[in-house]
């Protein structure tokens, strides 16, 4: 058993994607990994595929080329995990989804809606007490925003976490681990 003891260093995001068979105990055992191994994870996105057998679940967390490579042998050591793959900037994209609720207050509100056409923010949600705006893309631009939003009252934020998918005709489960 590998241990990664006081590996806490923050050096880059890593996206790790991995299709596995559909059931609790396979994204159980991909967490715990985590979890075992010390990871502190971003954000986890799971999703159905282009197959019903298979489950898309790609993790999003702080780390740095060795203990990622150390965590990815691990992973395809699983049972239950067919396939697994880096996903960076460069082979793939990514995006997020946000929701925020904001107070709707008259002073602020013309602000508000400057700083979401800015951001390209949309309203979904208007009421006398609240603004509810969704937002897509990076997670640089959830961060920034709510960095803006941060001079007005935020009642709630809601984000995803990153969905990602390799760019090209490359597919994720092209290699399969059975």
Request: glycine share 4%; charged share 30%.
């Amino acid at each position: 058993m590998i241990l990664l003891q006081n590996w806490r260093c923050r050096n880059e995001q890593i996206y790790i994607s991995s299709a596995c068979e559909k059931s609790v105990r396979c994204s159980n055992r991909l967490t715990s990994m985590f979890r075992r191994r010390q990871f502190n994870i971003s954000s986890i996105t799971a999703s159905e595929t282009e197959s019903a057998e298979y489950s898309r679940i790609t993790f999003s967390f702080d780390g740095e080329e060795e203990g990622k490579q150390l965590l990815m042998n691990q992973l395809y050591k699983l049972p239950d995990v067919c396939s697994i793959k880096e996903l960076t900037n460069e082979n793939s994209l990514s995006c997020e989804l946000m929701l925020i609720k904001l107070k709707n207050d008259p002073d602020t509100r013309e602000e508000i809606h400057s700083a979401a056409e800015a951001f390209k923010a949309e309203t979904i949600d208007y009421s006398k007490d609240s603004i509810v705006l969704r937002l897509i893309g990076n997670s640089r631009k959830m961060d920034d925003f709510i960095s803006l939003m941060g001079d007005f009252t935020i009642l709630e934020i809601c984000r995803t976490g990153t969905a990602s998918i390799e760019k090209g005709s490359s597919v994720l489960r092209k290699n399969l681990n059975l």
